[in-house]
């Protein structure tokens, strides 16, 4: 109910918005900030991108709709960029994405950043100026 009237205040300022839909979320991940995972990596940990989907896709039918409803605004997936077409990884090659269940590390957060980048320019090309 919060993020609408945000939205639209600020759409109808002109400005571009993007809404960053959750990350999948690793329950039962705990190894990302570990002394020993980081002076010796971590094992590999997935969950499957279907449950991932499912749990978050309540959240994202409203994101969407707000985006819909109020041109200028671009949801950006992050689960492109973390997940593979059967699984999300917490930890790739012993390499940390996430630091726990639902906090990116700094290698995982780089790997949005593309996407990040082109979604802001997509929302920038689609906003519109202020009305006066």
């Known amino acids: 109910k919060g993020l609408e009237p945000i939205v639209a205040k ?3 300022a002109g400005i571009g918005v993007v809404l960053i839909a959750t990350v999948p979320q690793m ?3 705990t190894d990302g900030t570990t002394l020993l995972s980081q002076a010796f990596g971590s094992a590999d940990f997935e969950i499957s991108r279907s449950d991932t989907e499912a749990e978050r896709q309540p959240a994202l039918d409203v994101e ?3 985006a819909k409803a109020w041109p200028g605004t671009v949801v950006y997936d992050p689960n492109p960029a973390l997940c593979d077409d059967d699984v999300c990884a917490a930890t790739r090659d012993g390499t940390p994405r996430y630091q726990d269940e639902t906090h990116l590390s700094v290698p995982g957060s780089l790997l949005l950043t593309d996407g990040l980048s082109d979604a802001i320019s997509r929302a ?3 906003s519109s ?3 006066r």
């Open 27 to 29: 329950h039962g991940y």
């Open 10 to 12: 600020l759409r109808r």
């Open 124 to 126: 920038v090309a689609e």
């Open 129 to 131: 100026p202020p009305r």
């Open 64 to 66: 969407s709709a707000i």
